[in-house]
């Protein structure tokens, strides 16, 4: 499943990030590239031990949590801590990859199973010219570039790619989720009744039937969750 869902951060927590990222060190992206991504990784990231490092995931990790949608789409185990990535000039593509199973988190001090990978775009799409998000699953080849706050979420199975940044620059904020519920197409399912108990909510209110499928639920994702 891919999702967009806008406005995860809102005016103040843009401006904020971006006053954080101006003032940040960049280093090679390929430190966080696996073996077949170092070779088609040609970008920037944050450097680990930038000061602004710690102030920029609370920033993230407070806006995903306060974000129903995102909650519901992946179901959050774990998190691996946000990092941060710059296209522009020469370094300014990620070519076709696909992301490691197995996320080491940045402290070493243990792993997270990367279940859904998501992207923040921290730049709006007139202030760059290409840099698409391409993203290959069972739902096609679909080309995503959002305006500045809006994250995509999607399988960290799908391929994937960033298309080469022709002018301006291209930050975004990049996450990997371990979802409470591994396979995909439960996920997805539970996604759906979800959105459509939501739905029934609104128009039916708290019927004993909306309560009943509420309950079954619950009970699914008690019994696919980890």
């Known amino acids: 499943m891919l999702l967009q869902i806008p406005n995860v951060l809102n005016d103040e927590e843009i401006l904020r990030a971006k ?26 990231q944050l450097s680990e031990q930038a000061p602004q490092m710690q102030a920029l995931r609370k920033l993230v990790l407070q806006a995903l949590n306060r ?25 300014n593509y990620y070519g076709y990859h696909v992301d490691n199973a197995m ?3 940045p402290d070493g001090s243990g792993y997270v199973r990367a279940d859904v990978s998501a992207t923040l775009f921290l730049t709006d799409p007139e202030d760059y010219e290409g840099g ?3 993203i290959e699953d069972t739902f096609g080849r679909q080309s995503v570039k959002l305006k500045a706050g809006s994250i995509v979420v999607y399988p960290s199975s799908s391929v994937h790619e960033v298309t080469p940044v022709r002018k301006g620059a291209r930050v975004a904020c990049f996450m990997f989720i371990q979802s ?32 009943h499928l509420t309950g079954v639920y619950h009970n699914l994702l008690r019994r696919w969750a980890e």
Do not use: C
């Open 19 to 44: 006053k954080l990222i101006a003032e940040a060190q960049w280093v090679d992206g390929k430190v966080t590239a696996g073996t077949q991504a170092a070779v088609v990784k040609n970008n920037q």
């Open 103 to 105: 996320r080491m988190m």
């Open 180 to 211: 409470m519920v591994r396979d995909a197409e439960k996920r997805r399912l539970l996604y759906d009744m979800d959105m459509s108990l939501m739905q029934l909510r609104h128009t039916v209110g708290e019927t004993e039937a909306v309560v």
């Open 132 to 134: 698409e998000l391409m």
């Open 67 to 91: 974000n129903a949608l995102f909650f519901t789409a992946a179901l959050p185990l774990k998190i691996l801590p946000p990092f941060f990535n710059r296209y522009s000039g020469e370094a």
